[in-house]
C-alpha cells in the first residue's frame, strides 16, 4: 500500500486534506519513491492518491470502498475551528459522528470488509494517509488513534494463515 504524498492543506492540518492536489513537495515525495507493483493496483477516489498514483506510474482501478473517512461538515477546517466537546468527542468516542459524517467505527468496518475481499491475486493500493491508518488498524485490531503514517510511504500488508502481517519500509506494493 502506498500512502497519498503531501498536500498542502495536509501541512496546515485541515480537515479533508485528502481531496486538495500535491503540493510541490508531495510530488518530490513521489519522484523518491522506487517501487514494483502487482499486477492489480486499486486506487482511493481521494485526489490526493488519484495524483500521487499518477505520479508514481500506478496503473490501476478506482476503488470507492478505499475513499478516505467522510467527515462531514468538518471538511476544510481547522482542530482549533471546532467546538473542542465536540473534538473530544470524536477523539474519545469511536462511535460518534458529531460532524454528522461516518464515525471512526463505520470507517473501520467498511475497511474490514475490503480486506477481506478474497482476492485472487495480490492487490497493491494507492491510498490517502487516513485510509492506510484505517486499514492498519483494521488488520492489526490496534486503535485507529495508535496508528500513525507517513505521506507518500510503503506499508505491506499481507495475509497468512487467516492472519495479517505488517512490514513497513518495504519497496513493494
Known amino acids: 500500500m502506498i500512502t497519498a504524498a503531501r498536500t ?4 496546515a492540518l485541515r480537515f479533508g486534506a485528502h481531496d486538495d492536489p500535491l503540493d510541490k513537495r508531495g510530488r518530490a515525495e513521489c519522484a523518491q519513491l522506487r517501487l ?16 500521487t498514483a499518477a505520479e508514481i506510474g500506478a496503473d490501476g482501478v478506482i476503488d470507492d470502498a ?14 482549533d ?8 468527542e470524536w477523539f474519545g ?8 459524517g461516518e464515525s471512526i467505527t463505520a470507517f473501520l468496518a467498511r475497511l474490514s470488509a475490503w480486506l477481506e475481499t478474497d482476492w485472487a491475486v495480490d492487490v497493491g493500493a ?16 490496534m486503535s485507529f488513534w495508535g496508528v500513525e503514517v507517513a505521506p507518500a510511504g510503503v506499508i505491506d500488508l499481507e495475509r497468512r494463515g487467516g492472519r495479517w502481517r505488517l512490514q513497513l519500509g518495504s519497496t513493494n506494493i
Open 81 to 88: 475551528e471546532i467546538d473542542p466537546l465536540d473534538l473530544g
Open 126 to 141: 494507492v491510498v490517502a494517509s487516513g485510509t492506510a491508518q484505517g486499514l492498519v488498524a483494521a488488520a492489526t485490531g
Open 66 to 79: 478505499l475513499k478516505s473517512l467522510d467527515l462531514g461538515r468538518w471538511t476544510g477546517l481547522a482542530p
Open 93 to 100: 468516542d469511536p462511535g460518534a459522528n458529531p460532524h454528522g
Open 36 to 51: 514494483s507493483f502487482p499486477d492489480t493496483v486499486r486506487i482511493a477516489p481521494d485526489r490526493s492518491a488519484t495524483e
Open 8 to 11: 498542502g492543506p495536509n501541512a
